[in-house]
């Protein structure tokens, strides 16, 4: 039987040797794609109250993975002019939907940023 020592080495090969394998197209995102993702559903987010009542406006950069569908995955703030803004900058792009983009003619996922504007005039 073999020691510990051993059987560690044996996992570590194992899972050094299956990793390429867990790599597919599948897992690619793209940021250029031949068919931009286009905008279903893009509710907006809301204005922090306290913001408002100060008059603060802001913009918030968001970078967000889209799948072949066209729905987020995944969301993450990339800049904003103000902490304030990213929580609902975060909550309001997770609902929206888009038609996917395309890469070859076929659906993929695509990585894009997009600003949120907080401004108090509309």
């Known amino acids: 039987m073999p020691s510990l020592p051993q059987l560690t080495c044996l996992l570590v090969a194992a899972v050094l040797t299956l990793l390429p394998y867990r790599l597919s197209a599948d897992d690619t995102i793209y940021t250029k794609v031949d068919v931009n993702p286009v905008p279903v559903k893009t509710p907006p987010p809301e204005y922090p109250e306290e913001m408002r009542r100060l008059g603060v406006s802001g913009v918030v ?13 995944s969301a993450s703030v990339v800049k904003s002019s103000r902490s304030e803004f990213e929580a609902p900058a975060l909550a309001a792009v997770k609902k929206w939907t888009f038609k996917p983009g395309k890469k070859d003619g076929v659906p993929v996922k695509v990585r ?8 108090l005039d509309e």
């Not at 072949?68 to 995955?73: D, H, L, S």
């Not at 894009?112 to 401004?119: E, G, I, N, Q, W």
């Open 112 to 119: 894009v940023t997009v600003p949120l504007r907080f401004d």
């Open 61 to 73: 950069a968001v970078t967000i993975i889209l799948d072949e569908k066209g729905a987020v995955t």
